[in-house]
Each structure stands twice: as C-alpha cells, then as structure tokens.
C-alpha cells in the first residue's frame, strides 16, 4: 500500500512534532528564508499575475485532455527512442523497474530526486531484491543516512538543523563534524561521485513531460541529477501521468514559476531536457531510457471536485507559507506529500477514510492558496473532503450531533433565543467571581480553554439594544 | 418588497456580535445612521451556518443558508455585515453551496452580489475613509493600537486597505504595526477545537507579535479572531484590548 496511514494517530504525531523544538528552529529558519526568496524572484517578473494565469491554464487544459496528451507523449518518446511504461498503481512501478534491473543485471543504483519512488517505495522494494540503492540528491542522501523520509517535497531534510547534519555525516560517513554546509556538500560529494561511476542504473523523477517532443525535463540545483541520468548505461524516469505539458513553449512558461515559487530562484542550476536515450555517434547518455508514468490513483481524481490539486507542479510554495506546516512540520502529516497540497493529495489518492485528519488541519486561512503558483484554490479542496469525510463517517459523534442540533435551533429564532439566553444566564454565572472570563470549560470544549479564556455572554444582545435605539430613533423623527 | 433605497441598508449583525459583542454592532449602527444610512435588522436573523460549513457538515450548513437567505431576502436593500469571515461565507461559500440547486442558486447569487463588509461599504460605496471629528483638540493622548487583518477579510474578500484607512484617519489612534501582520491567528472556528494543539501554537505566535508592538489594543474586522486572540491575551494576563474596527470609529460622546 503505497498510502496506508501510519499506525500512530494524528494526534500523536502532531504533539510529539509541537514537542519537538530543534525541529522549530529548523523549520522557522527555512520556510521563513524561501518565503522572502520567493517573494523577490516573482517581482523579477514583469508581470508575474499573467504568468501564473498563463501557467494555470496550461494545466487545466493538459488535464482536460491528458488522454490525448498521454498518447502524443508515448509515441513521441518511442519516436526518440525512449520505452515507455505505464503503471496503475505502486506495486506495477516497482515490479518494471525491477524488471528492468533484472534483464540488465543491475547491481547498483544511483537516484536522484524522486517524489514518485518515495510514493511507492521504491527503494524498499529494490533492495529486497538485493540492489544496492544510494540517494545521490544531498538531501534525500542524508535523509536515507538517517533511515527518514523527507518532510518537505523540495526540502527533504528541511526538520534537520545544519548542526544535526554535521553529527549525521560525521556518525555515517565518518567525515569530519562541520556545521558549515560548503564542506559538508564537498565531503559528501566526494563519497558519492564513487557511486555515479559505479552504478549500473540511474532513477530519476521528472519535473515535466513534453507532450509535442516526448522531451522529459528534470530542474536540479546539483549535478547529481546530470550524472544520474547520463553516467549509468540505464536511465529510468518516474513520472506522475499528470505532469504534461503539451509544447516546449509551454515548458517555458512553466519554469519560469516552478523555481520562483520554490526556492525563490530565476531559474535552477541545471536544467535538463532529456529526449530518448544516447543516440549512435552520441558521446554521453545512457544505452536505455525507461520512462515510467504512474497513475495510483490520478485517473480517479480527474473529473472529481478536487481534480484541480492535479494541477500541482510540486514547487512546495504551500509549505513555506503554511502556519500549520510550520508548527507541526511535514512528517506529522504522515504521508509521502505534506503541507496544505499533501492535505488535499493524500486522500484524494489514498482515501478519505483512512486520511480523514490531513483535511481538518487547516484554520483554512488561504495562505496557501495566495501563494500557490498555478493558483490552486486549497483551502476549497480542503472543505470538499471535510464533507466527504464527514459522509463517510469521520466526524466525532458529539460533534455531529452538536452541529446538527445547532442547525436547528439557528431555523428556529425562538429556539435560538432560548438557547442564547441560557448561555447568556449561565456563562455569567459562571464567570462571574473571574471579572466575567471562563477559565475553564467541560469537555469537548476545554480543548479552548486549554490555552485560552473565553467571555460571558453580553448581558443585553445586539437585537435588543438594536430595538432600544429604533424606539429612540423614531421619536427623535416625529420629534 | 421593501421600497429600494440606496440609502437603506439590512444589518446582518452575525451570531457572535449578537451574543458577545453588541458594543461592536451598535457601533457599526451609530457610524451609519450618522452617515446618513437608515439601518435595518432583518428579525429572525441568527447565524449564517459556516461553523457546520467550515465543519464539513454540509448538510447542516445548507438549512442554516436556505434560512439565513430567506431572512435576507425580504428586502433588496444591500447587505452590511460587520465580520469579514460571515462576509465571505455568504459572498464566496453560498454560492458555491448552493451552486445545483434551482431554487436557492439564483437567491445565493442575487444576496452574494449586494453584499459587503463594514469597512468595504464606508470606502467602496459611500467613499467615507475619514470619519475623524472636527475638534482635534478634545482628543486625549492617543491609544497605541495594532491592526490584524483577518484571514477571510484579507484573502478571501481581499479586502486589503480599505480597514486600514479608515483606522489611519480615526481619532487618538497611533498605527503600531505588528510583526507577520497578515498570519492567521489559528481560529480557523472549530479548528480552535478539533486541532487545539496546532490552533494554541499559532496564537502563541500572534500573542507574541501582539506584544512585541505594545500596543494597547488589536483592531480587527473580525469579532471571531478577536474573540480568539482576545482569549488568549487574558490567559497571558497582558492588559491589551481587542476592539472592532467600528469601536475604534465610533465616538459616542459624540451621539
């Protein structure tokens, strides 16, 4: 099951994440940094608004015709010289890639960033056949030295300090400690340039398909992407079936807010247009290219109510400006995708039953809709699946049957003026002796008052005031 | 059908202002009908339902709406609502709530389209931005306050300047600006509950840019988010009001 829920609640995640201050120091120092980053890259942009209009609309009409542009992509990879594979769920990906392996006698594997292998998880299954499998993407290397999955789809190790990184790498590689990161990426890159040239296999994940050249284009901010995809004579490409686009123009457009919104770059160091494999009379390039399109799910979300978060070109925006991503970090939310998209993403593909809390953390503040590159309207999602949750029983009983006595009595004026009044009576009371503040209430709602107080009631409502200077208003008029 | 007059307007004065904040909607009463605007209350009115819409109640929150239109339906004079969030669950959320449906479709768009926030009325309808008085010098030493643009007002509504304006020509008021204004406090309504521990921490957060501007009050278009920050401030036993933004503008002395 590529998106079975943890077995600690979510709950438990939560607190132990809140708990957790080294994690605050780490998550405050970069979601704080990208968020000014990204805020400067745009307004290098002439007009960034229309881009973002531009770029919006380049997904939604990829996603209502990606038949036809699944088809154009297929035979035009082919065309290239490429073999494609399509694969329904998780387990299909991982049986062709170690297929793959298997006919090509693979030993060693070298990845560079792939959202799509930690969604299947890849690597437990490559190395349960006896391939050796090393992540060569700085990041997801020191998350795999921590035995982690990344908290952040563009920032795998964004929960680490640099100073747990230095202990890291000193405890796994046996590398001086260094808290500077300079010499921690040098030390590192030392180690892996050993295994780019002893690989037999390279992975990779995909950041673009282009339907018209059958191009795939991966942005990396390392060379560890070039040598993944050029130095082993096999290069295996995993891709979501939803991130199309037709032409290399609309590329263009693409990138010129996918590195803006993501770590506030113009544009990443490398970026890398691959079509087919090494052609004859070619010097560099793999003898095969494999790209592999995985639907686990996507094909159910189109048409849904929540098929726009197929739009989602990963820049990781959301995140970075999420308060509740910032308090719990992006392991707590449990699941392969974090943060205001992860929320949306993980039932849509995994199932609202089993992920029915990821909607609910949210205080639906829109932060993320605002900064979100293809202007995906999250919070709206995030609403769409309370309810479906909610329709599949997810909603606490004393919460189900409040709301549904609350309704009621909001129909009902006078059943609402009953209802005020004995609040209105009883919250004085019991505020009374503390200047008129409730320090504590009974359960469920002590949960407020936890960490807040609350007021009494008004002694005289709005309406009856209200009342009180009409009666005034008219005499002052025939007066 | 009342008789249409541009100058007439229907309160929809929210569940909140009804029980705990009155002062803040007879404020919002007193600045209007100074202005010249006849205020209506359109009786039977109680809450517009987006704790059950917000909830995932849909159901539930789809009477509360087919009721609170009705309400506001008797009547064709424009729609004041003193809250950011009740604004926009009944200019953004009614209609997408009641988007198939035949009857109450048409009534969504029809009250969605003429209705506004407090602040959104006195600057975009009757182009009020200063409602200082005339007498500067009956104005005792200025109140130190910090303004916090509610999420709902700011992004949903995206109503950016137009509370800031009228605050910046208000009476014995100094602006303090608070750090990381525009973060949502971690209301989120039920939120506040369901997710306590994550809702608690972003109030921490919003305490402490609170306190760091020491301000004597935080001014806000959201009785909600005050009722919110305001609990929490007590509970930190720190001597800083909350106030609407009609509190602020409203000079009762004056009445």
């Known amino acids: 099951m590529s998106f079975a829920a943890p077995n600690v609640t979510f709950h438990e995640r939560v607190d132990d994440a809140l708990r957790d201050q080294i994690l605050h120091t780490a998550l405050d120092r970069a979601t704080g940094r990208f968020q000014t980053l990204r805020v400067n890259a745009l307004a290098s942009l002439p007009d960034a608004d229309a881009v973002r209009d531009r770029a919006r609309m380049i997904r939604a009409h990829t996603l209502s015709s990606l038949d036809t542009y699944l088809e154009r992509f297929a035979s035009n990879v082919e065309r290239a010289g490429g073999h494609i594979h399509f694969a329904r769920d998780a387990a299909a990906l991982n049986r062709i890639v170690s297929e793959i392996a298997r006919k090509n006698n693979v030993k060693n594997v070298v990845k560079s960033k792939s959202m799509i292998s930690e969604e299947t998880k890849l690597n437990d299954a490559l190395e349960a056949e006896g391939i050796r499998v090393v992540e060569t993407d700085l990041g997801e290397y020191i998350a795999q030295l921590a035995h982690e999955h990344p908290s952040h789809i563009i920032v795998p190790v964004i929960h680490k300090t640099k100073e747990q990184i230095g202990e890291l790498l000193h405890e796994k590689i046996g590398i001086p400690y260094y808290d500077d990161p300079a010499q921690m990426t040098a030390a590192a890159r030392e180690k892996l340039r050993f295994e780019f040239l002893n690989a037999d296999m390279g992975i990779s994940g995909v950041n673009f398909g282009v ?184 909603m606490p009983l004393w919460l189900r049957a409040g709301l549904h006595l609350y309704s009621l009595t909001v129909r009902h004026p006078a059943l609402f003026g009953l209802a005020t009044m004995f609040s209105r009576i009883g919250s004085r009371v019991v505020a009374a002796p503390t200047q008129g503040w409730i320090r504590w209430l009974p359960p469920p709602l002590n949960a407020w008052t936890r960490s807040r107080d609350f007021p009494a009631f008004a002694a005289k409502p709005f309406h009856t005031q209200f009342n009180k200077f009409v009666s005034q208003r008219g005499k002052n008029r025939e007066g | 059908m009342n008789q249409i007059n541009s100058r007439t307007v229907q309160l929809f004065a929210t569940c909140l202002i009804e029980t705990l904040r009155p002062e803040a909607g007879m404020a919002v009463v007193r600045i209007l009908e100074k202005l010249a605007v006849t205020v209506e209350y359109p009786q039977g009115q109680t809450c517009c339902g987006q704790p059950a819409f917000n909830g995932g109640a849909w159901d539930d929150a789809r009477g509360m709406g087919c009721y609170t239109l009705d309400v506001l339906s008797r009547s064709d004079a424009p729609i004041v609502v003193p809250s950011g969030s009740c604004a926009d669950m009944l200019v953004h959320h009614y209609p997408e709530l009641f988007a198939s449906d035949k009857k109450y479709g048409a009534i969504a768009e029809a009250v969605a389209s003429r209705t506004y926030e407090f602040s959104q009325y006195l600057v975009d309808v009757l182009s009020v931005t200063d409602l200082s008085a005339e007498q500067k010098e009956s104005i005792k030493a200025p109140e130190r306050v910090t303004y916090h643009p509610s999420c709902h007002l700011l992004r949903g509504l995206k109503i950016t300047q137009q509370p800031r304006q009228l605050l910046e020509h208000a009476d014995g008021v100094e602006i303090v600006e608070m750090p990381n204004a525009t973060e949502c406090c971690g209301f989120g309504g039920l939120f506040a509950i369901k997710m306590e521990e994550i809702s608690s921490a972003m109030l921490e957060r919003k305490l402490d840019a609170i306190e760091s501007t020491g301000a004597q009050a935080v001014v806000g278009c959201d009785v909600s988010c005050l009722l919110h920050i305001g609990g929490g401030l007590h509970r930190r036993g720190l001597k800083v009001e909350t106030k609407h933004l009609a509190e602020v503008l409203d000079r009762k002395d004056e009445a």
């Open chain 1, 211 to 394: 339907a018209a050249t059958g191009t795939i284009c991966m942005v990396t901010n390392e060379g560890n992407g070039r040598l993944t995809t050029t130095a082993p004579r096999i290069h295996v490409a995993l891709m979501g079936i939803e991130r199309l686009v037709p032409t290399l123009d609309d590329l263009s457009v693409m990138l010129q807010v996918l590195a803006r919104s993501a770590t506030g770059q113009k544009i990443t160091v490398y970026t890398n247009l691959i079509t087919g494999a090494r052609r004859a009379g070619e010097g560099d390039g793999p003898d095969e290219l494999h790209i592999i399109l995985l639907d686990n799910g996507r094909s159910r979300v189109l048409g849904t109510e929540v098929a726009e978060i197929l739009y989602c070109i990963r820049c990781g925006a959301c995140l970075n400006a999420c308060p509740v991503y910032r308090e719990i970090g992006g392991h707590a939310y449990g699941s392969v995708y974090q943060g205001p998209v992860g929320a949306v993403l993980t039932p849509a593909l995994g199932g609202i039953a089993q992920w029915s809390d990821l909607p609910q953390a949210s205080s639906l503040c829109g932060a993320c809709r605002e900064v979100c590159p293809v202007r995906i309207d999250i919070p709206r999602m995030l609403l769409v699946e309370r309810d479906q949750a909610t329709r599949a029983g997810k």
